[in-house]
């Protein structure tokens, strides 16, 4: 598969279990919070990107610190929904992945070393606490530019020791809190306005 990916987004999932077991109707309990990534993919691939090629664009989420999936926009028809998401998820984890999606054994040093190993590639830590960024500056085509999102409680420690010993920049998008997937939205639309 030919490496063309300007934009990805890493969502850190730690207290998701990598069996699949989850309820439909139940996302945020039973899942415990991968209702989170459902809306992180709903972004990406469906709310976002209207002049971003579809192919520029990736999610990896972080399972338990123990399994990577990566996505890709689908070749086919897009799941729709929240529950059409989380049923990619339940096959994907059981063992049945559509071909849009990879899944590995991995954890998020694995991820961080993958992505933040080139001076073509940026790797960004979405946090509240850090500096404003300015993704005007940032967006230029052809770069490769890779941001980190925490969960609903932010980053935990094994997180932010893993963010202090590769020296992670920590950036925000303001002043005002987001959810994964409003951050997901809106660098997509930044790295769109560029191309205008």
Known sequence: MPHSTILRFIQILPKVATSGDFILRDLPGSGKRIDILCRVLSACFQWAPSNLKKEELEVIAVIGDSVILRFQFPTGPLPSGETAWAQVLKESLKGN???YVQISEGNLESV???FNNSTSSNLWVLHEKGEELDL?????????????????????SQTEELISKF??????LGNTSYLSSH????????????DK
């Open 97 to 99: 992945p559509p071909d």
């Open 112 to 114: 961080i070393r993958e």
């Open 136 to 156: 005007h500056e940032i967006a230029i085509s052809g770069s490769d530019n890779s941001f980190m999102l925490g969960d609903h409680r932010g980053f935990n």
């Open 167 to 172: 020296t992670l920049r920590k950036v925000s």
């Open 183 to 194: 951050c997901v939205a809106h660098i997509i639309s930044e790295f769109e306005r560029k």
